[in-house]
């Protein structure tokens, strides 16, 4: 009997988790969900790479814009961002990485990334993290040669860590 009532006690433990919302309540994190209203960004520096469908998908309430002359992309901290895999609560997911395409093979999209990294750096963060589209191959030879290593790799994206 005792058994029965301790996995029901357990049961509806996981439950209220569940219900409470479980990231919340472990890691005392307050995110914006993908359903709940958020920033709309109008950046014409994006809309030369991104269309304003695929520059907004996301809360960008928390995110500040990096940029180089005609290179720019957005950091925000990862508690931030809802659906992204977990290394630690303490980096930054860089997303929407542009470089003006009448700018591009001038060295831009490093000075970027490194720009990018001190910034990192100096907040203390202990990671980044940054999903690139397969097909993107001087994307992903770019963040390779700052040390990014592949964390995942799926059906058409693949996510890419540093750790600092």
Do not use: W
């Not at 058994?3 to 994190?29: A, E, G, H, R, S």
């Not at 925000?76 to 930054?92: A, D, H, I, K, R």
């Not at 202990?126 to 390779?144: F, G, M, S």
């Amino acid at each position: 009997m005792n058994v029965f009532l301790l996995n029901l006690l357990l049961i509806i433990i996981i439950y209220l988790l569940i219900i409470l919302d479980f990231d919340y309540f472990i890691f005392k994190t307050n995110y914006t969900r993908t359903y709940e209203t958020f920033t709309i960004l109008n950046d014409d520096d994006l809309l030369k790479c991104f269309s304003s469908k695929d520059i907004n998908t996301m809360d960008y309430s928390h995110s500040n814009k990096v940029s180089i002359g005609n290179a720019c992309c957005y950091l925000t901290p990862v508690e931030y961002v809802y659906g992204l895999p977990t290394v630690t609560m303490n980096g930054y997911y860089l997303n929407n990485m542009c470089v003006d395409p009448k700018k591009r093979k001038q060295g831009l999209g490093n000075k970027l990334v490194k720009k990018v990294i001190n910034e990192a750096k100096k907040e203390n963060k202990d990671h980044i993290i940054l999903y690139v589209e397969k097909n993107n191959t001087p994307a992903i030879n770019l963040y390779k040669k700052n040390n990014f290593r592949m964390y995942q790799n799926l059906d058409k994206i693949i996510i890419m860590v540093k750790n600092l």
